[in-house]
Structure formats: C-alpha cells, structure tokens
C-alpha cells in the first residue's frame, strides 16, 4: 500500500511537471494543478516527485532490513 502511495505521489508530481513546463495550460487530471495557485504549479509538482521517490526508496530499505533480519 505504502508502494502505491510512493507511485501515486511520482506519476502525478512528474506529470504535472511535464505539463508545466510543456506550457500547457490544461490542468489535465494533476490534483496539484486544479488545487492549487498557478505560481506554485511547478514547485508542488516537484516537491510531489521528491516525496514520491522517498518513499518508494524508504519502503525498499524497509524491505530490505526486514530480509536481512
């Protein structure tokens, strides 16, 4: 569950970067593009990848210490 989380947070981070930065104007179906203010667009969906990919990487390790053990 907390993998889907990780992915969910990517998939929408970097698909609204790219819709972003493309200069779409579209909001498409990116949460942060239809919640939040236009400025903060492309720092959200920045932020959205980085939580993302924290998490996928902290689930790994996770998975990886509870093998080890």
């Known amino acids: 569950m907390i993998e889907?989380?990780?992915?969910?947070l990517l998939v929408q981070g970097g698909?609204?970067?790219?819709?972003?930065?493309l200069g779409s104007t579209n909001p498409s179906w990116f949460?942060?593009?239809?919640?939040?203010?236009?400025?903060?667009?492309?720092?959200a969906s920045a932020l959205m990848v980085a939580a993302g990919v924290?998490?996928?990487f902290?689930?790994?390790a996770r998975?990886?210490?509870?093998?080890?053990?």
């Open 4 to 8: 889907l989380l990780g992915i969910l």
């Open 15 to 21: 698909g609204g970067l790219i819709n972003r930065l």
């Open 31 to 43: 949460v942060q593009l239809h919640l939040l203010p236009p400025g903060m667009h492309v720092v």
């Open 54 to 56: 924290g998490v996928l």
């Open 58 to 60: 902290a689930e790994r």
């Open 63 to 69: 998975k990886q210490r509870r093998r080890s053990d």
